[in-house]
């Protein structure tokens, strides 16, 4: 099958640091390679895949200081791949509902994998007006606020089998946290969870610009606490370690978590996870197997003295279960089958066709 991936430019493919649409984006890409299909990445140039780079623009546009309309470059990549449509079996998009108008009056079949939060009212609108468009969601909680949306099916994130393994030898010696500091992802609660159990923390967290006023006035005086210690951003060769060194990793959210990468990162590292009931987490963390499930700060910390009961390796067994890339990548292409059934195209053009 021949496969256009559309990512954001905003990052590379895969991102050097945050960014999880791009990894995921990455992830897929290169399993669907593995499986044999004919790839063609579209992302900026600073990217690395083993599919053919379509390299849209110079470098990841956080990184390009020129760039102040972040749009612009995204609105000449979505011409580049309607001329080059023709070229492919499917195109899959990751850029949330841009493609949506442009898409709809050609002909190749196209999907669009929504990544972020749905709940917002502005969004109602576009998801009426384009509910033929087929999408898939990341988790089945996603798709609640959208039930009119085309959904085609869910496809859970992976990761590859042996890119993040646990650490042999690591004593576990505190509480983890990883991802992003941000309002709704309540490294406060993390904090407190920490303290109240008696263990030390350590935050592995991007602060965006966007949240860097949050950040001075309700977080930076918690980092001073001394069971805290902040070590910024970790890049992937860094999580193993990381991970593997805690006893837990604390997902103590308070939005419709989408999906939740860091927590099949750390499945796959063997670290149990103690996330809150929201969003997607019930159908990532089986509760009692790889992790547990709460409601609240006080029966997180009870969860964390629970710990001893859920074997590190059978952790990392649910990881290998359910959430490689390589699964990833088959269940999208039993969408992309699917896709292309409903389209009326059974029979798939020839790599080099014209």
């Not at 972020?116 to 009212?121: A, E, V």
């Not at 109602?124 to 384009?130: A, M, S, V």
């Not at 939005?255 to 990162?265: A, N, S, T, Y």
């Not at 859920?310 to 990392?316: A, E, G, N």
Request: charged residues 25%.
């Amino acid at each position: 099958m021949r496969i256009a991936q559309i990512a954001p430019l905003h990052e590379a493919v895969p991102p050097k640091l945050y960014g999880g649409t791009e990894r995921v984006v990455s992830n897929l890409t290169e399993a669907l390679v593995e499986l044999g299909h004919d790839v063609t990445l579209f992302a900026s140039g600073d990217s690395k895949t083993s599919a053919k780079l379509e390299a849209f623009w110079p470098q990841a546009l956080r990184l390009d200081p020129t760039i102040r309309d972040t749009m612009a470059p995204h609105m000449l990549l979505l011409e580049e791949v309607r001329r080059r449509a023709h070229e492919f079996d499917v195109l899959h998009f990751h850029i949330d509902y841009y493609p949506f108008p442009l898409f709809s009056r050609q002909d190749t079949p196209f999907v669009t994998t929504l990544h972020g939060r749905l709940d917002l009212p502005e969004l109602g609108p576009i998801f009426d007006t384009f509910n033929d468009v087929p999408v898939v969601s990341i988790s089945d909680h996603q798709r609640t606020p959208l039930p009119q949306a085309n959904w085609l099916t869910t496809v859970h994130h992976g990761l590859p089998e042996n890119l993040l393994t646990p650490v042999a030898g690591v004593e576990q010696k505190y509480l983890a946290f990883l991802g992003r500091v941000s309002p709704e992802k309540r490294v406060d609660r993390a904090i407190r969870i920490a303290q109240a159990a008696g263990m030390k923390i350590k935050i592995a967290a991007k602060i965006d610009k966007a949240d860097r006023a949050y950040y001075e006035e309700e977080i930076k005086p918690l980092f001073a606490l001394p069971h805290v210690e902040y070590i910024g951003e970790i890049n992937e060769a860094e999580k193993p370690a990381f991970l593997s060194g805690a006893h837990a990793l604390l997902f103590p959210i308070d939005w419709p978590e989408p999906f939740g990468l860091v927590m099949i990162e750390s499945m796959a590292c063997g670290t149990p996870v103690i996330a809150f009931n929201r969003g997607s987490v019930p159908e990532v963390i089986e509760n009692g197997v790889s992790g547990f499930i709460v409601e609240d700060e006080t029966s997180a910390v009870a969860a964390v003295n629970r710990l001893h009961t859920i074997p590190r390796s059978r952790v990392r067994q649910a990881f290998e279960d359910r959430f490689t890339s390589k699964r990833m990548a088959q269940n999208y292409v039993k969408a992309f089958e699917q896709l292309l059934r409903q389209k009326g195209r059974t029979t798939l053009r020839e790599v080099n066709a014209k």
